[in-house]
C-alpha cells in the first residue's frame, strides 16, 4: 500500500499549481493510461511476489515506471514486451552510463555469431532506446546529450549493419563509404528520427551493379519490419537524382551532379554531411570535395569553384575567368550558385512554411511553422555557405555565428536559447511514439497531456511560451536573412 502514495503524488491538481518546478515537470498527463499499463506490466511479468517485493524495496523503480508508462507510449511497450529490461538497467546502474559510439558499436560485436542478426540488432537497439530514453525522461541527461547519445547509437547500428553485410560476402574492407545528411550528418539525431544517407564508391563503373545489392542489404538490416520492428528507417532520396539515381555511384559522378545539373537546395543539403561507415579515406576526399562546393564566399566564387590543389595548374587557370557555373562538364563551376542565392534559400523557406504547414495550424507546427526549428536551421545552413565553414550540426553552426561575430552577440543568445527551447519540446512530442512528429495536437485532451509532459502547469501557459520562443526565432531569422 506504500507504493500508491506515490501514483497519487504524480496525479495533478488543476486547482493549485505547485511551488516547486521540479513537482510540476514531474507530474502525470494522463494518470487513467498509466494505470491500464501498470496493469499490463504486471501481467506480463510473471513472478510477481518478485517484482512487489522489488518495489517496496526500491520505490524509486516503481515510480519510474509510472514515468515512463506516461511519458512514451512506445517505451511502454518495449517494457511490457521485455519486463525485466527496466528491472536490469536500473539495478545495473546503466541508466547513469553515458556511452560514445565506439563504445555502442563494441557491444553491438558481442552479437556477431548470432544466428539472426537482424534479431539481434533489433533487440539491442530497443534495449539502447530504453536506457537513453529513461535518462531522458528521469533527466539524468540533459538534452544536448540526449540527442548526442541517440546519433552515436545511429552511428554504430550503420557501422554494425555494413560490417554484418561485408562479412556475408566475404569482403574486408568496404567498397563504398556511407554519408549521411540533414539530422544524422549533424549528429542531431532524435526520436524516430529517419537517417538520411547515401552511398559513393571508387570502384570502376563497370563493378557498380554488385554494390547496389550490398547498399540494399546493408538499408534492409536497419529498415526492414520483423516482429521486433525496425532499428532506422533509412532514406537514400538525397542522392543525385533521387528514387532515379543509382543507390551506388562513384565519387566522380557524385561531383559531376552537383557541378553541373545539382539545385541550390542540393547543395544546401550537403552543407550537412559526414561520413558515417565504410570508406573513411573516400569520406574525407568527398568532403573536401563539398567543402569547396558549399563556400559561397566571393575569392572561392571568383576562383570557380575549384579545389584549392588544382588552382595552380595550367588547365585550371582560364577556368578561373569563367562565370561561375557556365562551365563545360569540367571539375569546376557550380551551376547552382547564383549571386541572389540568400534570396533564393528564403524563397524555399517560404515555400516550406505555406505549403508544409497544415492548414490553419501554423500555431502547431514547431518545424515548418512561423518561427519554427527551420527558421534556425536556415539561419545556421546560410551562414555555413556565406562563410565557408564545414559544420552540419545546426547548434554548432549557430554558436559558431555567435563567436565569430557574424550574428550580434545579444540575437545570438536569444536564437540558441529558444532554438533548444523548441527542439526540447519537439523531442518531448517525438518521443511519444518514436514518429516523425512536428505538429502538436489539435485536440484540447492531447494538448494537454503534451503540455505536462513539457512541463508546464496548464495549456494556457504553453501556448504563451510556445508563443514567446518562436516570436523570437523568426526575431532574429529576419534580422539575420530577410533584411539583408
Not at 570557380?304 to 595548374?313: I, L, P
Request: net charge positive; aromatic share 8%.
Amino acid at each position: 500500500m506504500q507504493l500508491l502514495p506515490r501514483f497519487f503524488a504524480l496525479c495533478p491538481k488543476p486547482d493549485k499549481k505547485p511551488a516547486d518546478r521540479k513537482v510540476i515537470e514531474r507530474r502525470l498527463s494522463d494518470p487513467d493510461r498509466v494505470l491500464t499499463r501498470l496493469d499490463n506490466f504486471i501481467a506480463a511479468y510473471g513472478a510477481r511476489s518478485t517484482m512487489f517485493e522489488l518495489w517496496n524495496s526500491n520505490p524509486s523503480i516503481f515510480e519510474l515506471l509510472l514515468l515512463l508508462f506516461d511519458r512514451s507510449e512506445f517505451l511502454a511497450e518495449v517494457a511490457i514486451r521485455t519486463p525485466d529490461l527496466v528491472d536490469e538497467l536500473v539495478m545495473s546502474g546503466r541508466l547513469r552510463q553515458r556511452k560514445s559510439s565506439e563504445e555502442t558499436l563494441v557491444d553491438l560485436r558481442y552479437g556477431k555469431d548470432d544466428p539472426d542478426q537482424r534479431l539481434w540488432l533489433r533487440r539491442y537497439h530497443q534495449a539502447e532506446l530504453m536506457r537513453i530514453g529513461l535518462r531522458d525522461i528521469l533527466g539524468l541527461a540533459d538534452f544536448e546529450q540526449n540527442l548526442t547519445e541517440l546519433s552515436g547509437l545511429a552511428d554504430a547500428c550503420l557501422r554494425y549493419a555494413l560490417e554484418v553485410v561485408l562479412r556475408k560476402h566475404k569482403i574486408r574492407s568496404s567498397p563504398f563509404v556511407i554519408v549521411g545528411l540533414g539530422k544524422l550528418g549533424g549528429s542531431e539525431i532524435n526520436y524516430g528520427s529517419d537517417l538520411d544517407i547515401t552511398f559513393i564508391t571508387d570502384v570502376s563503373p563497370k563493378d557498380l551493379p554488385k554494390l547496389q545489392k550490398m547498399a540494399t542489404e546493408v538499408m534492409d538490416m536497419l529498415s526492414g519490419r520483423t516482429e521486433q520492428g525496425i532499428v532506422f528507417l533509412t532514406d537514400a532520396r538525397l542522392r543525385p537524382d533521387g528514387e532515379k539515381g543509382l543507390l551506388v555511384n562513384t565519387l566522380e559522378a557524385y561531383e559531376d551532379y552537383y557541378r553541373h545539373r545539382a539545385q541550390l537546395w542540393e547543395i544546401q543539403s550537403i552543407s550537412r554531411i559526414r561520413a558515417v561507415a565504410g570508406d573513411m579515406e573516400l569520406g574525407r576526399r568527398f568532403q573536401e570535395l563539398v567543402a569547396v562546393l558549399t563556400d559561397f564566399r566571393p575569392a572561392n566564387v571568383a576562383a570557380n569553384f575549384v579545389e584549392t590543389a588544382k588552382r595552380t595548374s595550367k588547365k585550371h587557370s582560364k577556368l578561373q575567368k569563367a562565370k561561375p557555373g557556365a562551365s563545360a562538364k569540367t571539375k569546376s563551376g557550380l551551376v547552382a550558385y547564383v549571386p541572389a542565392w540568400k534570396e533564393k534559400i528564403r524563397h524555399m523557406r517560404y515555400r516550406i512554411e505555406k505549403e508544409r504547414t497544415p492548414a490553419g495550424q501554423d500555431t502547431l507546427a514547431i518545424k515548418t511553422g512561423l518561427g519554427g526549428l527551420m527558421d534556425a536551421e536556415f539561419i545556421a545552413q546560410t551562414l555555413c555557405l556565406a562563410n565557408g565553414w564545414q559544420e552540419p550540426n545546426t547548434l554548432k553552426a549557430l554558436e559558431k555565428g555567435r563567436d565569430n561575430g557574424v550574428i550580434d552577440k545579444q540575437d545570438a543568445h536569444l536564437l540558441i536559447e529558444n532554438y533548444k527551447k523548441l527542439r526540447r519540446i519537439e523531442g518531448i512530442l517525438r518521443r511519444w511514439s518514436f514518429e516523425g512528429e512536428t505538429v502538436l495536437p489539435t485536440e484540447e485532451a492531447p494538448f494537454y497531456r503534451v503540455s505536462i509532459r513539457c512541463g508546464f502547469f496548464s495549456p494556457e501557459e504553453f501556448r504563451k511560451e510556445l508563443q514567446r520562443i518562436r516570436s523570437a526565432i523568426r526575431q532574429v531569422y529576419e534580422k539575420v536573412l530577410v533584411s539583408e
